[in-house]
């Protein structure tokens, strides 16, 4: 997949099929379908597991319903779409839905990486400073921060459509910026966790 994803790459492109056979387009298909519905189901099944659980932290659940549904949005706008043009080799659905899905995929994987980090993040406090996370960590606090994990997110894929007026789908300096932030946040949470494991073995 291209970084650079604009909107002229929306319109359909017949080549882009060229050389590869009917079983090799099939097997193409039968993958994404797979991996889209597979995406798809599991979420699902998880908003059912999160729903009737109740032996479990109300700002943990928040963060997980939020991890969870990103993963769903991605499945459901970012994948199932990708049934179509994986099968004929065009984009059937405009270019207005090209940036939709593309502004969509982007910050659903984005808010989700960054969930698992903020769930990690959580877990340390909780373990490591119990009175703390008790005082400061509420429901509400935990909304705000999904809150600002979202908004943060559609403003870094949606900025560039609107200053340059084309949409860079997947830049480097976005998966840069991943790849600091997740740095940051496992760093700070290995120690405590190296720790932890020796005191149990």
Known sequence: MNLTFNVSQCKGNT???VGYTTVEIAIRSAVVLLVSVTIILSNLLNFVILWTIKNISPVTKVFLINLTTADFCTGLIG???AIAPAINGTW???????QISAIVHGSCSTVSIWSVGVI????YIATSYPVFYKNKMTQKRSLGIVCLLW???LILFVAPTIIKGWLLFTSMWMANSNCFVNVIIYSAIYPSF??????IL
């Open 92 to 98: 059937p659905y405009g270019a207005i839905w090209c």
């Open 194 to 199: 190296r720790f932890r494991l020796k005191t």
């Open 15 to 17: 080549t882009n099929d």
């Open 151 to 153: 908004t943060s997110c």
């Open 79 to 81: 994948c199932l779409p």
């Open 120 to 123: 990690g993040v959580e877990r």
